[in-house]
Structures are given as structure tokens and as C-alpha cells.
């Protein structure tokens, strides 16, 4: 029996991707198996989405790790034994290295990641899968699922047809700059936000009369097609 390709998904909301990824596995779409369903935030949707379909859940809450640095401060001994600041201040493209904010948020960041990989790093997976995860990585994290050099293994949905509009709010972004048109983005994630080379991309028409709840709509009904096209691609070797 050939050992089936295990892919890894994290979350932040709704999940209405990872079911699009879900459905994807279910009907041999995408010749893989989602092991686990990892989100930052308790509670949402998209973990509801998961264990209905059987795959294994966690949370690691990333408000409350970092809302514990603030208030307690971050000792030299709650930061992961491995973690260096000054190579990963030097390796990220996220922050300016000379902002007083940024150790504290590469600290507080590896704290969470370390958590992370804790529960992901057991599944031994081929593929790591954003779908709608709204935190950076930093390259800590990144360092520890890319083991191989030149070998991306962790992919990102954004919401723009990137380089155009990186960051949160890539429709709301989109729609408010007067777009005719926008569209969806998967790229593999690098050391900046919304920088990796890109896989796909889709774009749908943005009409005169349309409102920001009609792009996000679009938007995401071209999304939940992209995803599975593009790990189906990575399957393949392409
Ligand atoms: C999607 O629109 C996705 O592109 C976006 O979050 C939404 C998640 O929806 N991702 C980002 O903005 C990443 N920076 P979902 O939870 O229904 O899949």
C-alpha cells in the first residue's frame, strides 16, 4: 500500500475553504488526507467543520499567549530553546528590525509557534495548508516545516490578486481602491506577508453595482475552486 500524501490545514474562522479542501479529498478530487485542523482562535466554526468530518482538532490561542506576554513580560526561559532572536530578527521580512516592537513580537510569536509545531511535527506531513489562518509566520516556524532548502511545504490562500493588496482585508481593499477587478491568490509563504511565489490565481468581475458583501461573495466562490486546484498541483510534482 503506497503511503497516502498528509497534508495539514490551520484555521482562523469559518472554515469555508478547508471544507472546499475537505470535499476536495472526500470526492478524490485532491489524492490526500487532511490529519489534523489546527486554529488559533477557539471556538470557530471551522474546527465544527473539521470534526464533523472526522479530522483530528486542536487550538493553540495565540490571544491568550500573547495577551500573557504583555501582562507578565517574556523571561529568556518561556522562549523556545532554539530560538535565536537575532537570526530570525535578521531572516523575517515582517518587521522594521529596528522598531522597538519587533523583538517583542517575534518572542511572543515563537512562543506560539513552538506550540504549534508541538502538535504538528508528529503527523509528519507533506503539506502544510492555511486556509483562512490570519497569522503571520514567523521564520522560526517557517524554518521547521521547510527542512528541505528550496522546498516550500507550507501554502496560503490570500484574498487580491497579489502583489496588489497583501495584509487582512485584501477584498475590503480591493473593493474600496475602485477595482474592476479581483481575485484570489495561493502562494507559498515565505519570510514577508503575502510575498512567496505564487501557484494560482483567479479573478472575477467587479460591476459598477456591486457592494463589498458581492466581492467577498465572488471572491471566496473562486477560492474554494483555486485551493484544491493548486494542492492537487503540488501533488502532482508540478
Ligand atoms: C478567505 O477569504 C481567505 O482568502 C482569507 O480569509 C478568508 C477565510 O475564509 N485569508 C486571509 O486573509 C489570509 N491573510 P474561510 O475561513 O471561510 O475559508
Known amino acids: 500500500m503506497t503511503t497516502p500524501f498528509k497534508i495539514g490545514t490551520l484555521i482562523s474562522g469559518g472554515g469555508t475553504n478547508l471544507q472546499a479542501i475537505i470535499d476536495a479529498c472526500r470526492d478524490g478530487r485532491i489524492p490526500a488526507k487532511i490529519m489534523f485542523t489546527g486554529s488559533?482562535?477557539?471556538?470557530?466554526?471551522?474546527?465544527?467543520?473539521?470534526e464533523q468530518a472526522g479530522i483530528a482538532t486542536f487550538v493553540v490561542d495565540y490571544q491568550q499567549i500573547i495577551t500573557a506576554c504583555r501582562d507578565?513580560?517574556?523571561?529568556?526561559?518561556?522562549?523556545?530553546?532554539?530560538?535565536?532572536?537575532?537570526?530570525?530578527?535578521?531572516?523575517?521580512?515582517?518587521?522594521?528590525?529596528?522598531?522597538?516592537?519587533t523583538p517583542f513580537f517575534l518572542q511572543s510569536r515563537a512562543m506560539?509557534?513552538?506550540?504549534?509545531?508541538?502538535?504538528?511535527?508528529?503527523?509528519?506531513?507533506?503539506?502544510?495548508?492555511?486556509?483562512?489562518?490570519?497569522r503571520v509566520l514567523t521564520p522560526y516556524f517557517i524554518d521547521r516545516i521547510n527542512t528541505v532548502p528550496g522546498q516550500h511545504r507550507i501554502m496560503n490562500i490570500h484574498p487580491a490578486l497579489l502583489p496588489a493588496f497583501p495584509g487582512?482585508?485584501?477584498?475590503?481593499?480591493?473593493?474600496?481602491?475602485?477595482?474592476?477587478?479581483?481575485?484570489?491568490?495561493?502562494?507559498?509563504i515565505d519570510y514577508g506577508e503575502d510575498t512567496g511565489p505564487i501557484i494560482g490565481q483567479k479573478a472575477f468581475e467587479i460591476e459598477d453595482t456591486d457592494t463589498l458583501e458581492d466581492v467577498k461573495r465572488k471572491g471566496l466562490e473562486k477560492e474554494w475552486e483555486l485551493y484544491p486546484e493548486c494542492i492537487k498541483k503540488f501533488i502532482r510534482g508540478a
Open 40 to 50: 488559533d482562535t477557539p471556538g470557530v466554526r471551522g474546527l465544527d467543520r473539521a
Open 168 to 188: 487582512t482585508d485584501g477584498y475590503g481593499d480591493t473593493f474600496r481602491y475602485g477595482c474592476k477587478i479581483g481575485g484570489c491568490t495561493v502562494h507559498f
Open 72 to 101: 507578565n513580560g517574556i523571561a529568556p526561559d518561556d522562549l523556545p530553546d532554539d530560538f535565536n532572536l537575532a537570526e530570525v530578527t535578521d531572516k523575517q521580512k515582517l518587521m522594521d528590525p529596528a522598531d522597538d516592537r
Open 112 to 134: 506560539a509557534e513552538k506550540k504549534l509545531l508541538a502538535r504538528i511535527l508528529p503527523y509528519d506531513i507533506d503539506l502544510l495548508v492555511l486556509a483562512g489562518f490570519m
